[in-house]
């Protein structure tokens, strides 16, 4: 199975973003820059990645999820999505996101992942937690001037607010063609 961990986002969050991208695909289109090679992230298909896992054996994930049962409870914590951006930078644009502003608590929880999966053999995160929700990725790492003007002009746009009180292992189905399927698995912590 291929599999990630993610807080799932409301509704309204993945209704304001798609109505964000829509603004900035029509604006695109219209541009003599235009990059057709950008794939944009269906709405319903944009989480918060906690930790990316790859594949994943059967016994692996039994492991997993009794690792993930036993973590110590998290407090709710509120998150905002504001502003737009580009990784690794805007000269090289690999990945197009819309920005998180979180607490400590966020980074805490994603560190407490990490290290309970370190324990059963999963590789420890190499680079840093730097929270977003995916909005497209560029197959050509080219400027975009059209995209990244719209992101400056909207750098401080506000795509509102959730509370955090649990996240998903997600299974992420892939097909030739057709955009990503995410199926959750299970739900942490565990309802009692």
């Known amino acids: 199975m291929r599999a990630f961990l993610a807080i799932?986002?409301?509704?309204?969050?993945?209704?304001?973003?798609?109505r964000r991208q829509a603004l900035f695909q029509q604006a695109l289109a219209a541009s003599p820059d235009r990059d057709r090679a950008i794939r944009w992230t269906s709405p319903e298909g944009i989480h918060l990645t906690l930790k990316f896992l790859g594949e994943i054996s059967d016994e692996k994930l039994h492991r997993l999820i009794e690792q993930l049962e036993n973590l110590a409870p998290f407090e709710k914590f509120s998150i905002k999505v504001k502003g737009f951006g580009f990784f690794p930078d805007a000269r090289r644009p690999r990945v197009f996101w819309a920005g998180i502003e979180a607490p400590a608590a966020l980074a805490r929880l994603a560190a407490q992942i990490d290290a309970a999966l370190t324990a059963i053999g999963f590789a420890p995160e190499a680079r840093s937690f730097k929270p977003h929700l995916t909005l497209a990725r560029f197959n050509n790492l080219a400027p975009q001037p059209t995209?990244?003007?719209?992101?400056?002009?909207?750098?401080?746009?506000?795509?509102?607010?959730?509370?955090v009180a649990e996240f998903y292992l997600f299974e992420s189905k892939l097909a030739p063609g057709v955009p990503a399927q995410?199926?959750?698995?299970?739900?942490?912590p565990k309802k009692r």
């Open 182 to 188: 995410y199926l959750k698995w299970r739900r942490f």
């Open 8 to 18: 799932d986002l409301p509704a309204k969050i993945r209704e304001e973003l798609g």
């Open 147 to 163: 995209l990244n003007k719209l992101v400056h002009q909207q750098s401080d746009a506000d795509l509102g607010r959730f509370e």
